[in-house]
């Protein structure tokens, strides 16, 4: 009898392990087999066409139906967008590694830029080490507050420019308008000029200058459009041979300890690119804001002279003093994130990601333009309110995942530190120095906020604007 009942036990025991097994075979096969909603897709080519020609605002008008995790066939390239604070929070925390490789897109891949590149390199020894070159050295906070006086310098140059060019229009009998994109390019190129190569590089009425601006402005727009090429599957074999080599050194040889002049050469082009771009956008974005909304420039102004005065210039010192000039950048970075989708992140492995199957070489878009405009996240969010900024302690660091313009995790932006301060002196520098007027057939609710999108959003028409002298300093 006791025989038997132990032979009942075992049956039963052996029966509800083969029912849990095929049980959890099941689920495994259903989860591996959730893929993130998306819209349908065309044979081959699958979601090109909806990414449009501004594909971050396109990509949010999806999330009402497919919610905060879309997915797209982009070609043979799996793809996901997120498109939330919540989706963002819980990529940044708990899969940081692995969607923390990239891919280089093939525009980019002349002259072997690809090899050694800090924003577009694979993840691996060889990118962990340009970080470490980057973050340690050119752009360590020690550096940066060492160069204080170089940022200085040049946003003097600018504002000395600006008005050499109002006067110069108004003797030919113009209003005196100036195009600030122009004029805050090129303080952000001599400035990563004097960090990197001790120098100014260009002035402002030079013919190379206007050249260079036109120039990067067109890199930056066509290495932003969709290439097709980049999602059509005999590239990926050649990204794949791009990992491999990612690996070992800049000179072939293994292991992560010597760089070559080339991949030097890499670095200094992205600074360029990256430091003059970006920062030179946001605070032409920001401009632009506050001159459509007269009740917020004139608080940002009261605040500068209320800290500040008439007699001297403001430093960066005295920014800590300044809440509502830090407010106003808060918001212009939630609403006109200079990268509108980051830079696209990779999955290095299989990952299981809030419930979906994300496979190997999967592409990541994270929408920081839709994140920032999301009303899960912002009240009144197409409003541009500094005001809600004010006593808050949420920051654009990486860790208030609903405002992340230089993005989190191992890939956040390496030059944040420095694009602060340079925005925020820039700003606070036009705004203390001069008032702005926008002549005549314009008003500020007329002024156009339509989008350029390349890597970066810049203004689809420039800003132009009628400086004038403010304050006369000893």
Known sequence: MEIASNLLLCLILFLFAALSRLLWRRQSRKVKNLQPPGPPGWPILGNFFDLGTLPHQTLSKFKPKYGPVLGLKLGSVNTVVIQSAMAASQLFKNHDHDFCDRKCPIVLTAHNYCQGTLAFDRYGQSWRMLRRICSMGLLANRQTYETAGLRRKCIDDMIRYIEKDAATAQERGEEGKVNLGHFLFLMSFNLVGNLVLSRDLLSSGSKEGKEFFDAMSEVMVWAGKPNLADFLPGDQEEHGAGHESSHKNFEGKEGPSTISNQNVTIIILEMFFAGSETTSSTIEWAMAELLRNPKSMTKAKEELDRVIGVERKVEESDMDNLPYLQAVIKETLRLHPALPL????????????????????????VNAWAIGRDLESWEDPLEFKPERFLGSKIHYKGQNFELIPFGSGRRICVGMSLAHKVVHLGLASMLHSLDWELGSNICHETIDMNERIGITARKLIPLEAIPKKRVMYP
């Open 342 to 365: 980051l830079l696209p992140r990779n999955a290095m492995e299989e990952t299981e990601y809030l419930g979906y199957f994300i496979p190997k070489e999967t592409q990541i878009f």
